[in-house]
């Protein structure tokens, strides 16, 4: 089927159902960063592929919004579909609403699946539409009626995490979000983003790409929990832990019907990572609370079991890098290394260290232009070559059944420019800054944000994405609350949060430089001025000091730089073989 | 009458219009900082004289809440009256929202003169009373009938601010906000902050202390503007100049008469510094578009001549700064000096400066353990009488005709210990950090706080309030909406903004520090990575490098000192007198 008969066939099921204009998103009913090919709606309806887009069809027009990242890429996918490529997050450009303020009349119904969207995003065109008279018709999946091979659920393999590196068990959890409830006078906690589920009962799984999560929902009761669940998922050891801990196994597909038996009850939902459909269904006959996830709040703060896998983690992720550059220094120049090569072998190497379950994110390698594409996504086709000279970016990490990792590395293949290597220096200042910082309980953010660019800024320069985003333990590689960036984001830094801390510097056409360890929040002292913080460094690897200009750091910033390289070489080296040692004595060299 | 007889009275009233608390806040009707006497309700009713307090009186208790400055001054002077001292700002301490909803039943009423509470304070503990079925009266002033010997509303002469000051003239003002009315779909603006009417109109007055504000209200209308003031305030020629312009005079008291007899107009008011009576008349036959007063936007943003006036006024108190540092050298050790003579004769040499108008707020002058009072206010009983050894705070500003200056300077007595050193030099670091910054636009305050805070934070320091303040010109010496502050505010600092740059520390019981220059933002460059704004400072006096550590600096620290102290020294010496400019040069030596 063309998109355009797609199209067609989705118009006439719109006009069945008395529906003007029908949105597709591509989100799933977890609200996942990765969405699993069931859900991948707007794909299956335009044929684009990007990771963010909004798609609108009117029955007598097609539009789809992506950001600026997606603009050539989408221009090339829409073609010949009728579908009209729009930018979002552009000031000056028309929004979906107000487009579809627009192209409808007063009365007129815009339909969706509501179990796609969250109730913080449904909402908020919701209320733009009513101002307009124009009606919502939220739970209706029209495009399911037309999709003849839509893939099933996914359905991999289950399994417990073991306490040695979750730290808490799955009852003391429940525990803890009964003691949340009662603070908010809830009878119900309704729990639907996978990792917040996945940290609640202890369980990993394969369900999302790069997450090691499974497919579920979960009700935590006034006494219990209920877990929805396809229990062929996990072996029959695992199934009686769960029963014998209280836990109430249900279908995952009948999810939605309990919660239509749910009744006078205050119910305890997140809105940003809820959807609206379990919202639609309960509201009628119960009390919402509207709250942050307890689990999410719970969950990044790192216990010290979990802090010990993440270490862990850290030192089998330097391992495989010292592997990665050492088969990378043997071979370039010699065969032909491309980017898509070296994501490979990043992988491969991460491979051969113990507990290793698999990426924990799409690797993203970039040479020369490819370099500056923030969230460039190598495929063997689009590769560039690497030779001897210049700069290569790589960012990728790790899920290990003990911790998690991200790391960026810019490092130099060969000759490098002046201009390169003051951009390197300003962005290694900022990282450096920033970890170095401490502060007072309280602090957000975005409050320290500016720490990890202000010696770009000084330069007039800067880069467009966040500094930091929090890192789970053997869960999602991206998970808050906590975060370091710009936006205004109220939840404080606390002791065992975990962060990234990624600056950056992007040259469109020229190259690109991250570089980026993963810190931890740690106490400090307490005195007449109040309760200090302090970062921890996470990460294990070496920064390259060849692409280090000297003259414009501080002596207490190469103070730091030494620091950290005795500190990974004293980690690493109880661990290496020789080859490996050779290689970090070199990288570790004091400036 | 006894604070006890007018709380007895006041019963009586609520009785009789069957209220069972009321409450008294103690602001005017235009959100002034500054209160006049006229409504000084809290004061009048209990006897507290603190600048911050919430007073609630129910028919058998009664309370007044204010913050940790004032928890002794309050607790002795609400000695004996029957009214309880509570705790505000403090987070684990019952809030008056509570205490009333504890002492009330439901179906109870809450009074108070709507007159003197914001929109935006009045609908937040509105709608917390209404939860519990608690009413509200707003329109209700008890305490103006048993205020028997009320001060009448302020009567001070007004005169025209010229455009030789102003830059441009009030007919384009209003011009501009017609324009805004027009973005905003609305027929009626709203301006009841007497700064805002002050810019607006071009008029200038003394009914407030410290602010050059004039006792008004005003309309813009579709096509012109009504300005309700006294007209006895002006002479003959400013009157016809205010008609000429097309303004219509109307008395100050008829302005809630003429807002009952508005019907069926979209009309803007701004939330934060609109009275919620005003609101109250207008809701049911208009509708009220609320947004941030355009005039305060505009007011914030200098133009050339408002900026010229501002670096002039800057110079003025340059030279009456050194004639004080003059005075004090003179007399220090000599003769008897007390922090209140430092006020009185801070005051004294700006006023004989050409164009002074009076001082800008209170002066803060601290020695010792006055020092470390942040909102210390010096009277001649308290005063610490000053002695040739340590350090002493002055924070202090004048009104001119052309602009208006806030300056904190901390200078050595005599011999200093390192711990003060150490403080002075941390603190500067973080004021000149702050100041070198370059920044792109869209960049709001909250980014930029930390960079006067680090340098304290890092050595475990900080201090408990904003960093800057937006400043009037010849204006109020507090304006928005522009900040530097750890808090939120999503105004982006812009060019044209000035602001106070005021980091410090205090030590209880000890000393306190804090240095202070008034600085604005200025356009940089434009790039590939945006466009960049800086800062340029426009205070104009040295900073006492005898306290500074030069072994904390960064060499790039010590050359921004020089180079200020040179600019201050090129700027003042084409005014000095001898005496003046070898004072001059002493203070303005390189490091």
Redesign the interface.
Known sequence: MTIQEKIKLLRSRMRASNIQAYLVNGSDPHMSEYVPARWQSRQFASGFTGSYGWMAVTLDKAALWTDSRYFLQAKEQLKNTGIAMMKARESEALTLEQWITTELDQGDTVGFDGSCYSLAEAEAFESKFLKKNILINSDIDLLDEIWSNRPPLPASKAFLHTLEWAGISRTQKIELLHSEMKKADADLMVLTALDDIGWTFNIRGADVECNPVVLSFALITEKGAKLFIDKSKFETYALSELEKDGIELLPYKSFYGELQSIRGQAVVIDPDRTNFHIKNILESENQIVRQLSSASLFKSRKNDAELAGMKKAQIADGLALLDFQLWLEEKLGKETITEYDVAMKLEAFRAKQRGYVGTSFFPIVGYLDHGAIVHFRVTDEIANELNPEGILLFDSGGQYQYGTTDITRTISLGPVTYKMKRDFTQVLKGMINLT?????KG?IG??????AR?AL??D???YGHGTGHGVGAFMNVHEGPQSIR?D?N?QPLKPGHILSNEPGIY??GEYGIRTENMIHVVE??E????R?YKFETLTKFPIDTRLVDTTLL?GEEINWINEYHKDVLSTLSSFTNPAQLQLLKRLTMPL
């Open positions: 170095r910082i401490k502060f007072p602090t975005c409050h320290l944000d500016i720490l202000a800024w000084n007039n320069k800067n710009p205004f109220n040259r469109t400090d002292i005195n007449e001025f109040g200090f501080t």
